[in-house]
């Protein structure tokens, strides 16, 4: 018996929750800020530890501000007077009000003067310190020169800024392409406005959610997470309600009883959405067993996502839909007895093609897929800090300035933690490393020391990664010292290292959650396999055709490490979605009337709400280029491409002309029942469809 079988129903679930998502807002409350240090670095990496330890030293109370003086041809005596007299005025903002004096570049072209600030200064104090650093900085520097504001404190204060009402956006940005497309999908003026403000709420109640889990089980986020989650609620969510409502008016042709017509909506489209999005929350969770504690928190907070989408598309939107009656439709209405005009229309042609032509249609879909899968040759991975931002902020020209002028490793060194009492011999072995321009003892306390390694090699080259491991075994062999290397270079090989791990171990895990899936709903070895291996091949055109595109028009220099993992998991689980939604379909209709015209059947009914709704996540996943992560910008466009591409070839051309070619043998070892064996069954829905 369905809730919505009778007309009380809907109003217990409605009221159930409104209280529920009432509470989660009232007393959700903000996410947690980890502050650990090594919190968003990869799990048992050195580079960790290094950052843990660095907090026992005296100069863990120091957050630098790296004032750097420019100016082409080389600084003037006036340009030198001004810098020193900065380093006067700036004692009044520095920590213990002590400047050290300015360090002049070989070519006298640059200068640096360190500007020690406290490190645990909240944000909004350390905003206004880096701004009156900025403006004491510029006030007195002759025509020509330039200062920038780098360093700790500066990337802080402006990556901060970057992201400053970034969700804001994109919550806004998303919301109004959902209504844009869901307006032009629907063709009435309020029908749209149902599932974009159940689904909407599903987002603000998982946001809340996950708020909880930071303060309760250390669930660690940032605002790329959070922006992921929201575009993973309403796409996914936005989905499951286009399904549902196009099974709701397939069933309002039949049912004059609008309750009855969704409680049958509810069953028959029900195990589809179950198994999507059992399949796309599983294959988060698998984010779980990362290294990157990015991903992980990606991971957890994505499944909260999916599950609450799932929630409210299947519980809530329900309910509300059948408030509002046939009258919600309006001007397209359904009415009882009125033929589907899905039988006939585009879908149906597209099927009749297709099936006519299987072979052909299957050759052009696997040539079109390998020739874009071509244009991964080549790739490369791996940002620098300076370029994962779409918005080259102070900070990161400061930094540029920095590395033209000085040896390439000056501004951001490697950074070893020792015995105090061991602090001289790994010095001395660190010198030794070929590479190493120079290495100082910069710090200690009565336990551990830091010494900090100049590297000649430019950031995040192969010769910079060797020479972070040449340090590494060359302090690791000094007797007594329990060395360990960190820095900004000896955590970005930590986090390749990681990455390339965890693509190895979660990539098949997906695949086995993926297949494990379609398994258990078709209870078929080969429709199984068959899809899993469509939505593979459609991953690796799209990924091939997103780095042709970063390569040619977007000129970014390489992928970041986390887009290949994330880009593949997103693209594999919500794909899926697609062919779980024809292939349950299709096997409903071969039961009676065979396989071959099973599938175009099937393509004919679902090939309308699937390619809305793929282009509305397609659209959605754009929607992260908003933020302005690079990160974020490629795993917007690589999935955005591939789910069109699925949507439009996989779905609709070569998963229909493998099923007309395998025949019943796509269904092996199982088959769908005839209508010999069990026509009563499916009298009742032949006659609704």
Known sequence: MSIFSGPRGKWAVLAVAVVLSGLALAFGGASKVNTDPAAALPRGAESATVARLEQRLPSAQVDPALVVYSRPGGLSASDRAAIEEDASRLAAVALRGQVPPPVFSPRQDVALLPVPLSGSLPLAQLTDAVRKIRTEARKGLPAGARAEVTGGAGFKVDLASVFEGANVTLLAVTATVVAVLLLLTYRSPWLWLVPLSVIGMADQVAAKVVAILTRTAGLTVDDSTLGITSVLVFGAGTNYALLLIARYRERLRVHEDRHAAMGEAVRSAGPAILASSATVTLALLTLVFALSPSSRGIGMAGAVGIV??????????????????????????????????????????????????????????????????????????????????????????????????????????????????????????????????????????????????????????????????????????????????????????DERAAETRDQRLVIPLVLAVVLLTLLLLLRSVVAAVTLVLTVVASFAASFGAGWLAFRQFFGFPALDLGVPLLSFLFLVALGIDYNIFLATRAREEAARQGTRRGVVTALAVTGGVITSAGVLLAAVFAVLGVLPLITLTQIGVIVGFGVLLDTALVRSVLVPALVTLLGDRFWWPSAPSRPGVSGAVHTETTVAS
């Open 308 to 493: 609450t989408a799932v929630v409210y598309a299947l519980v809530v939107l329900p309910a509300v839909l059948v408030v509002f009656g046939r009258g919600l439709f309006w001007p397209f209405a359904p009415k009882v007895g009125q033929d589907d005009p899905t039988r006939t229309g585009l879908w149906s042609r597209v099927g009749g093609a297709v099936s006519r032509r299987p072979a052909l249609m299957t050759a052009v879909s696997v040539i079109v897929l390998a020739v874009l899968a071509l244009g991964a040759v080549g790739v490369r991975s791996g940002l620098a800090q300076t370029e994962r931002f779409r918005e080259r902020v102070e900070a990161i020209a400061g930094q540029e300035t920095l590395s033209r002028a000085f040896p390439a490793g000056s501004a951001q060194p490697v950074v070893v933690i020792s015995r105090a009492s061991a602090a001289d011999q790994v010095k001395d072995a660190a010198s030794a490393v070929p590479g190493v321009v120079r290495a100082t003892v910069t710090d200690r306390s009565s336990g551990y020391a830091r010494t900090d390694v100049v590297l000649k090699a430019d950031p995040g080259s192969a010769a910079s990664f060797a020479a972070v491991k040449a340090v590494r075994a060359a302090v690791h062999a000094v007797p007594g010292a329990d060395a360990v290397v960190g820095g900004p270079e000896a955590t970005d090989l």
